[in-house]
């Protein structure tokens, strides 16, 4: 065969994939794998990883609160273990709390049971506190395979990205400006965006550069959700 006809075979299987991945994600109550929401409409859901952390995460909490917006927080089971009343006070405060592994690992690195003992062990400890199991979970790094697939399906729970063109790694505690630029100028409908609350700085970028983005995009028009209700859109939109 041609190598033309190979190229042309391979895009037509690639467009059959992301159509049924697509289709899949959105054709229920919960898909299996989120990185966005509608694109139709002027909502963002910002959400915060690796958390809580002691000064950060009530930091940011205060600024969502001056703002009166919500976001989801994907925390970690020795973290929420270490800090439980900024548990409570995320879920108090009328935000979502997803499951992000007790202590980090990369879902693809590890046995099944392994992966099975960190997130169930997260979702009983973020029960314990707010009586409330999270449905959704973020693999650290993004990284996953079919067993994690497996796990959060047989706990009616979802897989939540975030946008990749959204991924400001603030992680690694850049300029505040970078953060803040990254966010902006990359802004779309229905965006998920990538933030860490828990960052091993003596100063957090993320908090200083939240009290210029949030400000901005609101006097942009748009609207900040949880996870669950920018899915919720999407399924009322079809
Ligand atoms: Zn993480």
Redesign the pocket.
């Known amino acids: 065969m041609k190598k033309k006809t190979l190229l042309y075979i391979f895009l037509i299987l690639l467009i059959f994939y992301y159509k049924n991945f697509s289709i899949n994600a959105f054709s229920n109550n919960y898909g299996r794998v989120i990185n966005h929401g509608p694109k139709e409409e002027k909502v963002i859901a910002l959400t915060f990883?690796?958390g809580p952390h002691p000064t950060y995460t009530n930091q940011i909490l205060d600024i969502l609160k001056e703002y009166d917006i919500k976001a989801t927080f994907?925390v970690?089971g020795k973290f929420a273990e270490a800090y439980p009343d900024i548990i409570i006070r995320q879920w108090q405060e009328g935000h979502e709390i997803g499951n992000?592994t007790y202590s980090?690992v990369d879902a693809k690195r590890v046995s099944k049971k392994v992966l099975y003992d960190e997130y169930k062990k997260t979702q009983e400890i973020i029960e314990n506190l707010i009586n409330h199991q999270p449905r959704l979970f973020?693999p650290?790094?993004g990284s996953f395979d079919s067993q994690a697939l497996d796990i959060v399906e047989m706990h009616d729970s979802i897989i939540v990205l975030w946008s990749a063109h959204q991924d400001s790694k603030d992680?690694s505690n850049p300029d505040v400006e970078e953060i803040v630029n990254t966010t902006l100028s990359n802004i779309r409908n229905g965006d998920i965006i990538l933030f860490?609350d828990y960052v091993y700085y003596d100063k957090s970028s993320t908090v200083e550069a939240l009290k210029q983005i949030i400000p901005e995009l609101k006097s942009r028009g748009y609207r900040f959700v949880t996870i669950s209700e920018l899915l919720n859109l999407n399924q009322q939109q079809r």
Do not use: S
């Open positions: 990883d690796d994907f970690l992000h980090h973020r650290p790094y992680w860490h």
